[in-house]
């Protein structure tokens, strides 16, 4: 499981599952492989965006673009 780290954009606190509590997403290896190549597809400039982007905002786009949507 995954979630924002308080205060540190870009930086994410991992658990094993059934740990968390409120505020966690689930993250398995085949979304986490998707959001890599995604991300190593991206110019650099775009790269430094996807950074600041919340993690659930950047795993509904990159499951949009593996998609075809």
């Known amino acids: 499981m ?3 780290r308080e205060h540190t954009p870009g ?3 991992m658990r094993e599952p059934f740990e968390a ?3 966690w ?3 398995d290896a085949t979304t ?3 959001v890599c190549q995604i991300f190593d ?3 650099p400039d775009r ?3 996807f950074k600041t982007l919340p993690a659930s905002v950047i795993l509904k786009f990159c499951w949009r673009i ?3 949507i």
Do not use: F, H, K, M
């Open 66 to 68: 593996a998609n075809g």
């Open 2 to 4: 995954i979630r924002p």
């Open 41 to 43: 597809a991206l110019s």
């Open 21 to 23: 509590g409120a505020g």
């Open 11 to 13: 930086l994410y606190d």
């Open 25 to 27: 997403v689930w993250l």
């Open 47 to 49: 790269q430094e965006t």
């Open 32 to 34: 986490a492989n998707v």
